[in-house]
T-cell receptor
Framework: DAMVIQNPRYQVTQFGKPVTLSCSQTLNHNVMYWYQQKSSQAPKLLFH???????NEADTPDNFQSRRPNTSFCFLDIRSPGLGDAAMYLCATSRDRGFGETQYFGPGTRLLVL | AQKITQTQPGMFVQEKEAVTLDCTYD???????LFWYKQPSSGEMIFLIYQGSYDQQNATEGRYSLNFQKARKSANLVISASQLGDSAMYFC??????????FGPGTRLSVLP
């Protein structure tokens, strides 16, 4: 089945220690998104790639970076995690960016910062 | 600016009964899509149903239907014959032309045996 895969499902890191979360997709979608979701809140978009074009949200901290080396893979790098970065990180894809395009989500990675 | 409102932070429903989760939206764009997602405690966001602004009929997907009232700017999700596995957080979202998704705050549904 075509799907969005995130690894790892759970990640524990230390305060200030760089961490990378990964996402892969077999849907061959053009767009890949990274969301941060804190407890009992809606997902918050950090940035997205439309093909190779990177689109950052204005309020995304510089501490968060992303890479998309090819169509299938996208990475979220947190350069110096703080306690406030502990959250669920969701990767999503869509075929395109039209108003009718559904986003399909991966299972998420729960990040814990000690 | 686009906005989604979900006025029910939490809802309870008896197993096998129907339940309606409310969603209202605000946009000045005539072209938009409305989406509902289910998020169980495991965390994955599961796509349920889609309604386009130009669609004349209400969308249905199995036990899910979307009650779309364009003039009132509402897009309520109706779940028929609730099951225990329907207990989850439900998010309403919209997307305009050239826009990213806007999510509502969510409604936590609890299905009682």
């Amino acid at each position: 089945d075509a799907m969005v895969i995130q690894n790892p499902r759970y990640q524990v890191t230390q305060f200030g220690k760089p961490v990378t979360l990964s996402c892969s997709q077999t849907l061959n979608h053009n767009v890949m998104y990274w969301y941060q979701q804190k407890s009992s809140q809606a997902p918050k978009l950090l940035f997205h790639y439309y093909d190779k074009d990177f689109n950052n949200e204005a309020d995304t901290p510089d501490n968060f970076q992303s890479r998309r080396p090819n169509t299938s893979f996208c990475f979220l790098d947190i350069r110096s995690p703080g306690l406030g970065d502990a959250a669920m990180y969701l990767c999503a894809t869509s075929r395109d960016r039209g108003f009718g395009e559904t986003q399909y989500f991966g299972p998420g990675t729960r990040l814990l910062v000690l | 600016a686009q906005k989604i409102t979900q006025t029910q932070p939490g809802m309870f429903v008896q197993e096998k009964e129907a339940v309606t989760l409310d969603c209202t939206y605000d946009t000045s764009d005539p072209s938009y899509g409305l989406f509902w997602y289910k998020q169980p405690s495991s965390g994955e966001m599961i796509f349920l149903i889609y309604q386009g602004s130009y669609d004349q009929q209400n969308a249905t997907e199995g036990r899910y239907s979307l009650n779309f009232q364009k003039a009132r700017k509402s897009a309520n999700l109706v779940i028929s014959a609730s099951q225990l596995g329907d207990s989850a957080m439900y998010f309403c979202a919209m997307r305009g032309r050239g826009q990213n998704f806007v999510f509502g705050p969510g409604t936590r549904l609890s299905v009682l045996p």
